[in-house]
């Protein structure tokens, strides 16, 4: 749960670290990247080198199926509506490597993809990106922590590497006295990081106030105003260390 | 996919293809020696899974452009989320040679692009003007890209 808020501002955080961050937005049927980032929807100027990505509020360069759909439409392809199940995964797969290969990142140290729910859109990713690096996002729960293992132990079996591992709504931020109250019963964060061996990069509790922001666009404000914005600081911090000690 | 004439063991050409508009492809290819001819129908699931793997069938319909696949594929887009008129590239002022041209289309086509720009930026840091065979070998050398 909350994966895309998660990206996206593990990506702003990145960026304001004074990395060159992308975020590739992997989730075609709920795509939220862009809106969350702040990145205006304008039309994508197409160079020699690719289609341009938009940039956002924070400099994190943005692509996104939200970009090209209208507003509130679905994601549809064309063809035959009959056995539209064969070929769908087939489409989404191919969007997934022209965002990847037709898009003109430029020089980045991060690319962060937001993955949808469930393996496969992974499993294509890892087949697309031999050096994809996996961060597993998790909230506390014994039924999340249940469902993570089974997609990381899918990623090792991949051979990517599995960079660590992020508890999101670990506790709940009290809006009258600012403290961290539980929320989920758990420790899935802590119990996946030592079932693999990986680092806990960092528990991220589940704010109002952050959330709010992040709804607006605003992810800096979110990062530098907010309790869980500190924590999602912390973690690219983090992040920057594993992959520079690697 | 590619059709040979079992007897004269040559590839086949394509003669003739059509889109009757229902989802459905056919497409005759030609033997260059013995002329026989052989026709390959797709029906419209068919088609769209054959499409959506990147497979082309005779030729292109839509000039090659970034995301291709996409904005051809899907419906319910945004009319303008495409300018139509391109900005000036960054890498132009990095020219290819043909040589140099040649070899990049024969790398698969989902990672040319991200190849090119390999080759652009290692031009372009060591203020080389023209790609050719040679700097490409060099960027391969120093880059450590011998197995792209």
């Known amino acids: ?246 | 996919m590619k059709f040979l004439c079992v007897d004269c063991d040559e590839q086949m050409q394509l003669e003739e293809r059509a889109l009757p508009g229902d989802g459905t492809l056919v497409a005759a290819f030609r033997c260059p020696r013995c002329e026989s001819v052989v026709a390959m129908l797709t029906n419209p699931m068919e088609t769209r899974l054959v499409s959506s793997l990147g497979v082309k069938i005779g030729g292109e319909e839509v000039p090659d452009q970034p995301l291709q696949g996409v904005r051809s594929s899907m419906s319910g887009g945004r009319e303008d989320a495409f300018t139509d008129e391109p900005i000036p590239a960054s890498t132009t002022a990095v020219r290819w040679s043909v040589e140099a041209v040649e070899r990049l289309n024969g790398v698969p086509r989902f990672v040319r692009g991200m190849v090119k720009r390999l080759y652009v930026e290692y031009a372009r840091e060591r203020g080389i003007t023209e790609v050719t065979p040679a700097v490409m070998d060099q960027a391969r050398s120093d880059l450590g890209l011998e197995g792209m």
């Not at chain 1, 809106?35 to 341009?52: F, I, K």
């Not at chain 1, 003109?104 to 031999?130: H, K, N």
């Open chain 1, 1 to 246: 749960m909350g994966k895309s808020l998660i990206s996206g501002a593990v990506g702003a955080a990145l960026q304001m670290e004074g990395q060159r961050v992308g975020l590739l937005d992997a989730d075609m049927q709920g795509p939220t990247a862009a809106r969350l980032s702040g990145a205006e929807p304008a039309s994508l100027q197409v160079t020699e080198d690719g289609t341009e990505p938009v940039k956002a509020r924070t400099g994190v360069r943005v692509m996104s199926m939200e970009l090209l759909l209208k507003e509130g439409a679905p994601l549809t392809w064309h063809g035959p509506e009959a056995d539209s199940f064969v070929w769908r995964g087939a489409e989404e797969h191919r969007a997934l490597r022209e965002f990847l290969s037709d898009v003109a990142w430029g020089e980045l140290d991060w690319l962060i993809v937001d993955l949808p729910p469930g393996t496969q859109r992974m499993l294509d990713l890892i087949e697309l990106c031999a050096r994809a690096t996996v961060v597993g996002v998790t909230i506390p729960s014994e039924a999340a922590r249940s469902s993570a293992d089974r997609a990381l132990r899918l990623v090792r079996g991949r051979k990517a590497r599995l960079l660590g591992i992020v508890e999101n709504m670990a506790g709940y931020v009290c809006d009258g006295c600012s403290k961290t109250r539980p929320l989920f019963a758990g420790s899935a964060g802590r119990r996946l990081a030592d079932a693999h061996g990986v680092p806990l990069l960092g528990r991220v509790p589940f704010d109002p106030s952050a959330a709010e922001l992040a709804d607006a666009g605003d992810l800096e404000a979110m990062l530098t105003a907010t309790t869980a914005g500190a924590a999602v600081l912390s973690v690219a911090k983090r992040l920057i260390q594993e992959v520079d000690s690697a």
